[in-house]
């Protein structure tokens, strides 16, 4: 059964590091496009950040451009989120997705967003707090 499944989320106070893993099972990612996406209680979904199968393809929102980075490592099935200086707004439940392509587009809100994703893991639950 194909599974994605996140892991690497908690308590991180602002300034601070956390790196999130987001693991294949059933499948191998490397056929797939992996985006990251978050949502806080109350809020959209975001898209945050997605990377290409071969990696030389990556998309990062505005508001965590500088701050994270996505990468993945194909011998591993498992695609990385790294969360440099995080903020308190960073606070949300983050989600790793699989598609064919990052299908970078904007909300109606506005909100960045990667569409035509197929599988989902359950998500893993960031607090930027101090």
């Known amino acids: 059964q194909l599974q994605l499944v996140e892991s690497g989320g908690g308590l991180v106070q602002p300034g601070g590091s956390l790196r999130l893993s987001c693991a294949g099972f059933?499948?191998?990612?490397?056929?797939?496009?992996i985006g990251w996406f978050r949502q806080a209680p109350g809020q959209e979904r975001e898209g945050v950040s997605c990377i290409s199968q071969s990696g030389d393809s990556i998309n990062y929102a505005d508001s965590v451009k500088g701050r994270f980075t996505i990468s993945r490592d194909n011998a591993k099935n498992t695609v990385y989120l790294q969360m440099n200086s995080p903020k308190p707004e960073d606070t949300a439940e983050y989600y790793c997705?699989?598609?064919?392509?990052?299908?970078?587009?904007?909300?109606?809100?506005?909100?960045?967003?990667?569409?035509?994703?197929?599988?989902w893991g359950k998500g893993t639950l960031v607090t930027v707090s101090s």
């Open positions: 059933g499948f191998t990612l490397d056929i797939y496009a």
């Open positions: 997705a699989a598609g064919l392509r990052c299908n970078v587009g904007k909300k109606p809100s506005a909100i960045n967003y990667y569409y035509g994703m197929d599988h």
